[in-house]
């Protein structure tokens, strides 16, 4: 307890402890490479664990296994850089994080819908061939295509101020 406010602040970043971490949306959290939490969101964490299993054709995993590949696919060894993994366009599913013209972006349906500090902006259409250039850790993308059903803010889905169309050629 706070004696100022009488309000709980938990401790963070203690050693073998979870942080409560806070995100836009379920795919704002997964391209950050991370999981349902086990705890309060236990659901979607059994139905994650079960999509992640299919979907790379192993074992469900435990949480500490599924953290370690996480970490391994969002992290360049020795740095802090963010890992991109190519993977082509056409076999993408919804919620799956993306670069595209140095913009973090989100795929969904035909469209992609750019990311920034203030939320989901501007779309475009998505490209129908080649590879992209994809945020979201690979473990993830297959828990996806197995069906996972990521939770994305519906403003993702709607109309947005700008196109990235128009912002791309200057207009």
């Given at each position: 307890m706070n004696s100022r406010?009488?309000?709980?602040?938990?401790?963070?970043?203690?050693?073998?402890h979870y942080t409560f971490?806070?995100?836009h949306d379920e795919a704002v959290s997964f391209a950050a490479g991370h999981r349902p939490c086990a705890e309060c969101r236990h659901a979607d964490y059994r139905a994650y664990q079960r999509a992640w299993a299919e979907?790379?054709?192993?074992?469900?995993?435990?949480?500490?296994?599924m953290n370690r590949q996480l970490h391994g696919e969002r992290i360049v060894r020795g740095t802090h850089r963010r890992r991109t993994h190519s993977m082509p366009w056409a076999g993408l599913?919804?919620?799956?994080?993306?670069?595209?013209?140095g913009t973090a972006a989100v795929v969904i349906g035909d469209q992609l819908t750019q990311w920034t500090h203030d939320g989901y902006r501007a779309r475009c259409a998505r490209p129908r061939h080649g590879?992209?250039?994809v945020?979201?850790?690979p473990s993830t993308v297959a828990a996806l295509?197995?069906?996972?059903p990521v939770q994305i803010d519906d403003c993702a889905r709607g109309e947005a101020p700008a196109d990235l169309d128009a912002a791309r050629s200057g207009a």
């Open positions: 406010d009488n309000s709980y602040h938990p401790d963070q970043w203690l050693p073998h971490l806070y995100f979907g790379l054709g192993v074992r469900p995993p435990s949480a500490k296994e599913p919804d919620g799956t994080f993306v670069m595209i013209d590879v992209a250039q945020i979201t850790p295509r197995a069906g996972y």
